[in-house]
């Protein structure tokens, strides 16, 4: 077994190297693959970043009208808390707002001064509300604008946020769609030259395949040294993806911390790398499997 094994192994190696420019434009057309499938893993995982702090920022303000009393306000609280949708509900009453306002404005002397002049409480009992996700506002907004509850609301401020939300949202729902015909396209194009580079291959040897069959050798022992050609543009693949990938995460990332504070790019790339590596690895390999057992298929037919 060992001795067939490593006859495999040995006729495997040979056909790759054999195959020169063949083998070499194979494992480029893996290089491009791996590498646009990763990018467009990533550009996705950074909109997501980037709609995930967008969101901590975001809420939904609501105003009540002066004359509401805030019995009828936290029944409206108790509503909206049975809404799955809904997160968080922050009440400021009016005369939190107000003690607010004085705090915040302590060191203003002409405001304060302005404000002790005032008899009545200007400002209005509010809910600062969180859902748990982007396509929860719309949900808790209609809620909010439903008959039932409109005589108690002044304002709700939430228009502005929605139309950032929707562009950021649309980009990235296209950004995938894209990405996974692009995806497609490049693996369509791995099998073909693969399948064409393992044919080539097999009709040099195409004789030998005969002999083979002939004298009574097994279709596994005939297909696994072009199967471990295969594997080897996945894993040559692979590891020229990795330092590539590596490089310009590298550059870019200084780039992408300006623009998300919050994420670091390359220690993401770093403590995901294996993962990384490990998946990008498994597809290559695939890849080039699938392909060396679609192209010798005719062979075995003797």
């Known amino acids: 077994m060992f001795i067939t094994l490593k006859r495999i192994l040995k006729s495997g190696f040979k056909s790759f190297w054999r195959s020169g420019f063949l083998s070499l434009a194979t494992v480029g057309i893996m290089v491009i693959t791996l590498f646009s499938i990763s990018s467009l893993v990533i550009l996705n995982m950074l909109i997501a970043s980037t709609i995930d702090e967008l969101q901590k920022k975001i809420d939904i303000s609501v105003y009540f009208n002066p004359d509401v009393q805030e019995a009828d306000i936290l029944e409206i609280k108790t509503d909206l808390e049975k809404l799955s949708a809904v997160k968080t509900i922050e ?28 008899e009545k409480n200007p400002l209005f009992a509010t809910f600062n509300i969180k859902a748990k996700s982007l396509d929860g506002y719309p949900i808790i907004v ?3 604008e439903n008959e039932r509850y409109s005589q108690f609301i002044d304002k709700i401020n939430y228009r502005e946020s929605e139309k950032q939300i929707s562009k950021l949202s649309a980009i990235s729902k296209s950004i995938q769609r894209s990405g996974f015909v692009i995806s497609l396209i490049f693996v369509t194009l791995v099998i073909l030259v693969t399948f064409n580079t393992i044919r080539l291959a097999m009709y040099a040897h195409n004789r030998e395949v005969e002999i083979m069959r002939l004298v009574g050798a097994t279709s596994w022992f005939i297909r696994l040294p072009f199967v ?14 990795m330092a590539v990938l590596y490089g310009v995460i590298l550059v870019i ?9 919050g994420f670091n790019l390359f220690d993401f790339f770093q403590a995901h790398f294996l993962v990384i590596f490990g998946i990008q690895l498994c597809v290559g390999m695939a890849l080039g499997i699938i392909s060396s057992l679609i192209a010798i298929r005719k062979y075995l037919k003797v």
């Open 253 to 261: 990332s200084p780039k992408v911390v300006e623009f998300l504070p």
């Open 228 to 241: 471990i050609e295969g594997i080897l543009f996945g894993i040559f693949g692979c590891l020229i993806t």
């Open 142 to 144: 209609n809620f909010l």
């Open 91 to 118: 009440y400021v009453s009016k005369e939190e707002a107000w003690m607010q306002f004085k705090k915040k404005y302590e060191g203003n002397s002409t405001i304060i001064q302005s404000a002790e002049e005032i």
